[in-house]
Structures are given as structure tokens and as C-alpha cells.
């Protein structure tokens, strides 16, 4: 396609155009005979979840050497100024960056 088209006025063009089916209340008939499927209830979706959580826990557990990434944890944390500060610079531009994507619409 080498030529832009105009979406929005393409689709006022057909909608005026066009002329429309009326339903004689058809959709509304369907819609009132079908049956509501009731939802998972809150406390049976949360059992669910808690379940499978455990579950790959237990599974993570049981699969990877905990006492090798055990002694990948430091056992003191140093914080000098620098750190602050760059951290600080960090936690700015990713805040100025998703102020700027929201505003720009550039997500």
C-alpha cells in the first residue's frame, strides 16, 4: 500500500452510508435465554492460586541447589553517597520516562 487512508473518515463515510439491519429485538431475545455462567468464587480462585503457588514452590524447592544460591546472598550491603545519588538519577529518568510515554502517548 504506497498511499495513506484516512480510518476514521472511511468508517463515517460507510456508517452514513450504509444502511442498517434492524434485529426486531433478536439480540436482546438471544442474550435474556442464554444462562449466566456463574463465576469462580473469590475464596475458591484464591485456594486455587495459593495451591499452584505451593505447589511450584515445593517444586523449586525440590529442583534447585538452595544452599549454592544461598551464598550468592552478601552477607553486608555498603551504601556510599555515590550510590545515592545515582540511584536517586536512576529512579528520576524512569519517572520522567514514563510521565513522558504516558503524555505523548508513545506506548
Known amino acids: 500500500m504506497t498511499r495513506e487512508t484516512d480510518i476514521d473518515n472511511l ?9 442498517t439491519i434492524p434485529d426486531q429485538g433478536f439480540s436482546a431475545q438471544v442474550l435474556a435465554t442464554l444462562e449466566k455462567q456463574a463465576g469462580l468464587a473469590l475464596w475458591k480462585d484464591t485456594l486455587i492460586t495459593l495451591l499452584f503457588t505451593l505447589v511450584g514452590c515445593l517444586l523449586a524447592y525440590a529442583f534447585f541447589p538452595v544452599e549454592k544460591l544461598a551464598a550468592f546472598v552478601p552477607s553486608s550491603i555498603h551504601i556510599s553517597p555515590m550510590s545515592l545519588v545515582m540511584l536517586t538519577g536512576a529512579i528520576a529518568l ?4 514514563a510521565y513522558w510515554a504516558a503524555e ?4
Open 11 to 19: 468508517f463515517a463515510t460507510l456508517r452514513s452510508s450504509e444502511p
Open 94 to 97: 524512569a519517572c520522567s520516562s
Open 104 to 107: 505523548t502517548d508513545a506506548i
